[in-house]
T-cell receptor, first 110, second 118 residues
């Protein structure tokens, strides 16, 4: 079961690009990397998932180096509404124990 | 995307009473669902894995007689907090896997239930 490590908190300003890196040194061959966003008093929301290289969707990009021991969530031009906690999870179906790390608290300032 | 519905959103109850929380997968079938609790400013803590048609698997330190889980169908899991006490006050969240669109399976979460025990 791959353990993840993320920065506890980050600050940014509106309009900036934010990159949050997650370390997962013992990721297994079949593991995917998935990022979630959580606002206070709400359940986490799926943002993006990847296996290797780069994945992009309408809200974020996910960069995964060749060794897959880390991943970086990139949020382009953040706004105040992106203030939330971001979690990265690593796992495979079946063995996906869904253990959450501490997450990264992103605070976007005006 | 897959939708997980959780009800109620919040509940206030008296100490000693039992509270049931429902978690439904609306547009997919979920043989496995997960239940978490979350305290303010903390991460989600996995309580148990709910398996359709069989007993739930509880994480270490979670009292199975206190937190009763029933997963009677492929779209519904329930968590009952029995004889609730103020220390059971917390935010409870459920989740389920769905393939979503492409890639590996993804977890989809309910909106959570804030339980306050007086």
């Amino acid at each position: 079961l791959a353990k993840t490590t993320q920065p506890i908190s980050m600050d940014s300003y509106e309009g900036q690009e934010v990159n949050i890196t997650c370390s997962h040194n013992n990721i297994a061959t079949n593991d995917y990397i998935t990022w979630y966003q959580q606002f206070p008093s709400q359940g986490p929301r799926f943002i993006i998932q990847g296996y290797k290289t780069k994945v992009t969707n309408e809200v974020a990009s996910l960069f995964i180096p060749a060794d897959r021991k880390s991943s970086t969530l990139s949020l382009p031009r953040v706004s105040l509404s992106d203030t939330a906690v971001y979690y990265c999870l690593v796992g495979d179906t079946g063995g996906f124990k869904t253990i959450f790390g501490a997450g990264t608290r992103l605070f976007v300032k005006a | 995307g897959a939708v997980v519905s959780q009800h109620p959103s919040w509940v206030i109850c008296k100490s000693g009473t039992s509270v049931k929380i429902e978690c439904r997968s609306l547009d997919f079938q979920a043989t496995t669902m997960f239940w978490y609790r979350q305290f303010p400013k903390q991460s989600l803590m996995l309580m148990a894995t709910s398996n359709e048609g069989s007993k739930a698997t509880y994480e270490q330190g979670v009292e199975k007689d206190k937190f009763l889980i029933n997963h009677a169908s492929l779209t519904l899991s329930t968590l009952t907090v029995t004889s609730a006490h103020p220390e059971d006050s917390s935010f409870y969240i459920c989740s389920a896997f769905s393939a979503g669109t492409g890639g590996g399976e993804k977890l989809f979460f309910g909106s959570g239930t804030q339980l306050s025990v007086l």
